[in-house]
């Protein structure tokens, strides 16, 4: 019976690796993730959301997600991390409860570690930040959609436009379009109304992350 349940916890667990929720490689301890999760929060020049926590910590396979997902629930409850109910989201803030205690174990977290997590807040940072500078939404109109899209960097306006369509679905395919390839499709607009005048236009689109998605 014993070696049937053995067996049985081997095939999940071997069913979780394939998907991806469980990492090969990466911090074994619960309490290392969590020490984790506060250098993230530290070292972040921005307010990450869940999905933004998952996606460093998957990244590289720091961690798989059961350890992170249960890591984050204790840590709110345990007041080393704060859940921050913003206009634009939730917001995962260390409390300074959590800055203490990373103060003291944060030797604990392998140097390898950091070097990862750093990369891929980077990464993660760059897109954040990416998608904070474009904006792309629809209304609608007596005569049909009016498609609002826009670039800026920082406070400056590098491209807006306003376009008319005649069903919803179109509306939407060009947000999600524009969404994913903003960049590409600013520098294609110039091009043509420039005449390539002064050779090709672009903009550095950020590495994008196994979870990137569009609304």
Excluded: W
Excluded at 87 to 102: A, C, I
Excluded at 152 to 171: M, P, R, T, W
């Amino acid at each position: 019976m014993d070696n049937v349940l053995k067996q049985d916890k081997k095939e999940e667990i071997v069913l979780a690796i394939k998907r991806g929720i469980v990492e090969l490689d990466g911090l074994r301890d619960k309490e290392d993730v969590k020490i984790l999760i506060l250098f993230v929060c530290q070292n972040s020049e921005v307010y990450l959301t869940r999905d933004n926590l998952t996606d460093i910590v998957r990244y590289y396979g720091l961690a798989n997600y059961f350890d992170f997902a249960t890591s984050v629930e204790e840590m709110v409850i345990s007041r080393h991390i704060d859940c921050v109910a913003l206009e634009t989201g939730e917001y995962y803030l260390m409390t300074p409860l959590g800055e203490r205690t990373l103060k003291e174990l944060a030797s604990r977290l392998p140097a390898s570690v950091q070097r990862k997590a750093l990369g891929a807040l980077l990464k993660v940072t760059a897109r954040i930040k990416r998608n904070n500078n474009i904006s792309a939404k629809y209304q609608k109109t007596d005569s049909g959609f009016l498609v609002s899209l826009g670039i800026k960097d920082g406070d400056f306006d590098i491209f807006s436009s306003e376009i008319y369509v005649v069903s919803e679905l179109c509306a939407r395919q060009i947000i999600n379009d524009f969404k994913i390839d903003a960049e590409i499709m600013y520098g294609k607009i110039m091009n043509v109304l420039t005449g390539d005048t002064f050779g090709e236009i672009k903009i550095s689109q950020p590495e994008k992350t196994m979870d990137d998605e569009t609304y």
